[in-house]
């Protein structure tokens, strides 16, 4: 059982900045692939980004690619969302997703265990 806590969510003008992170428990966070993922309203869950297990690999969504980036403290049992340059398209709710394997995949239904998610608000 991996449980996965957001936090750092808010509200922020275009063009501002958020860090999000994600605590998980257990011991063997250092193996677990990770992922952000955001859905908004009335739309589908979306990839944001990913990040291997020993972090040495990332992966963007192009609507995000050199605005987000994704980072790992595996001592600290958290990954992290910078989040640049926002945009009112970027309004959604933010899940970070754990995948019991090193590799990462853009596929939601690849990852075992979810969050619960934070609100992130982008005002134009």
């Known amino acids: 059982q991996v449980l996965l806590a957001e936090s750092g969510g808010g509200l922020v003008q275009a063009g501002g900045s958020l860090r999000l992170s994600c605590a998980a428990s257990?011991?063997?966070?250092?193996?677990?692939?990770m992922a952000w993922f955001r859905q908004a309203p009335g739309k589908e869950r979306e990839f944001v980004a990913a990040i291997s297990s020993s972090g040495g690999s990332t992966f963007y969504a192009d609507s995000v690619k050199g605005r987000f980036t994704i980072s790992r403290d595996n001592a600290k049992n958290t990954v992290y969302l910078q989040m640049n340059s926002l945009k009112p398209e970027d309004t959604a709710v933010y899940y970070c997703?754990?995948?019991?394997?090193?590799?990462?995949?853009?596929?939601?239904?690849?990852?075992?265990?979810w969050g619960q998610g934070t609100q992130v608000t982008v005002s134009s």
């Open positions: 257990g011991r063997t966070f250092g193996t677990y692939a």
């Open positions: 997703a754990a995948r019991l394997v090193s590799s990462y995949s853009m596929g939601s239904t690849e990852y075992n265990y």
